[in-house]
């Protein structure tokens, strides 16, 4: 029986996922790079990736799913419409984590997507529209930088090649890797999309502190990452008189007050991070004579975030005068704006929540997210659930089977809402 689901009395129970399905197949996932404190790591194009990929390929071909695969090795996972001619409803997030990355950053993107394509199965609803469940290849940036470059490639923001060449610390480039993994697709980047939504955890602490089940998202704050080189003078920690020294780690040091300086001084919405710090030699009795690290600043309005970008620079320069060191290195390598999403979407996030009578609230991402790209050239939308403690990016990330199962049924409604001509 092929069910429209316009045929449903408007004042039926909605149409529910299987929550204990999708607990299951999220368990089943976090087996593939299972870390010792519950989380995962899983980084871009390892072979760990290239398992949770294969899984996932299985489980959609299970749902009846057709699998095809891009350059850039996002994978589309599609549920055939009725007019199959009809540019596709799409859901999906990330596979990859970081390091310490915990089981349901991006991977409850992806597998609420597949849970949707299982109940509409279950359901025996026909869609007008076809439906895309996606992995977007190394969102999280931390092998390749920047983040979500495969879904910036799809959408025109960066070239395929600059995307391919994105390289890890050994140099291996993504490009390289797909092909070692079997996910260097042939399929050109970019297609149309009828509407697109990204089903997350919140990554932060407001919709558990507020006891609130659906976060509404109804935009990103923009972010600036940058990576900066202080090159100073090695020599021994004893002889050498402290006046005389060139010291990169003191530079580094009093620019990650610096980093946090600025984001409290533009508090509470501002953030600033220094992540990643490489001390050349690393010796304890040599004096550093070369550093590496990273800036991440983020702010939902753009002025500020170009405020905090000069703030930032006028702040090094000083330092590295004062401290007698050469900025051999101090590059921009991402940036985009904060991205407002599409407000049909949203709206049918909104009425999703409410047809389940979820509680709901309006909410920024303080993440980026592979939605961020895909809204310049689709109308799109985020569907959050709590996280505890608002902790992620830590392998003790965790969410209730509660959270998990109330997002993906707004996810299904808010797709159903837009799968129709
Ligand atoms: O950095 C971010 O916001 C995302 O986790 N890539
Ligand atoms: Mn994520
Ligand atoms: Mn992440």
Redesign the pocket.
């Known amino acids: 029986m092929n069910a429209m689901l316009n045929s449903q009395p408007a004042d039926a129970a909605p149409i529910a996922i299987n929550g204990q399905r999708l607990w299951d197949s999220l368990m089943e996932m976090a087996k593939i790079g299972a870390t010792p404190k519950g989380g995962v790591c899983r980084l871009a194009l390892t072979d760990l990736d290239r398992q949770g990929r294969d899984l996932f390929v299985q489980w959609a071909r299970e749902a009846g799913c057709s699998i095809s695969v891009d350059q850039m090795g996002n994978v589309f996972a599609r549920r055939a419409g009725k007019d199959d001619s009809l540019a596709p409803v799409v859901t999906g997030s ?1 596979a990859d984590s ?1 390091p310490t990355g915990g089981k349901f ?2 991977i409850y993107g992806v597998l609420g997507g597949l849970e949707v394509i299982r109940s509409l199965n279950d359901h025996g609803i026909e869609t007008e529209r076809p439906i895309e469940v996606v992995i977007w290849t190394n ?4 092998r390749f930088a920047p ?2 470059v495969a879904s910036g490639v799809f959408a025109g923001v960066f070239t395929l090649e600059y995307g391919l060449s994105r390289a890890d610390v050994d140099g291996k480039t993504m490009g390289e890797e797909l092909r070692r993994i079997g996910y260097a697709g042939d399929v050109p980047m970019g297609k149309p999309i009828h509407a697109a939504f990204e089903l997350h955890i919140e ?1 932060g602490p407001i919709l558990e502190a507020e006891d609130v089940t659906i976060g509404v998202v109804t935009a990103a704050q923009g ?1 600036r990452w940058y990576e900066v080189i202080f090159t100073g003078q090695e020599s021994h920690a004893g002889p050498t008189p402290m006046p005389r020294r060139r010291d990169a780690l003191l530079g580094a040091a009093r620019v990650i007050e610096l980093v946090n300086r600025i984001g409290h001084a533009h508090a509470p919405l501002a953030c600033a991070t220094v992540g990643m710090l490489q001390v050349h030699p690393n010796s304890r009795n040599v004096i550093p004579g070369q550093v590496f690290f990273t800036i ?1 600043i ?1 702010h939902p309005e753009d002025a500020v975030l170009a405020k905090m970008d000069a703030e930032l620079r006028e702040g090094i320069a000083k330092i590295a005068a004062d401290t007698k060191l050469e900025t051999t290195k101090l590059e921009q390598i991402f940036y985009y704006a904060p991205v407002p999403f599409d407000t049909a979407c949203v709206d049918s996030v909104r009425a999703a929540a409410q047809r389940f009578g979820y509680s709901h609230r309006d909410i920024v ?5 592979d939605a961020c790209y895909l809204a310049g050239v689709a109308p799109t939308a985020m569907v959050f659930v709590p996280c505890v403690g608002g902790i ?2 830590n392998e003790i990330e965790d969410a209730t089977p509660e959270w998990i199962e109330a997002g993906a049924n707004v996810l299904l409604h808010a797709m159903l809402g837009r799968s129709s001509r």
């Open positions: 990330h970081q950053d991006g969102e999280e940036g931390s983040a979500m990554q972010q991440d983020r991402s303080g993440a980026g997210h992620s990016h």
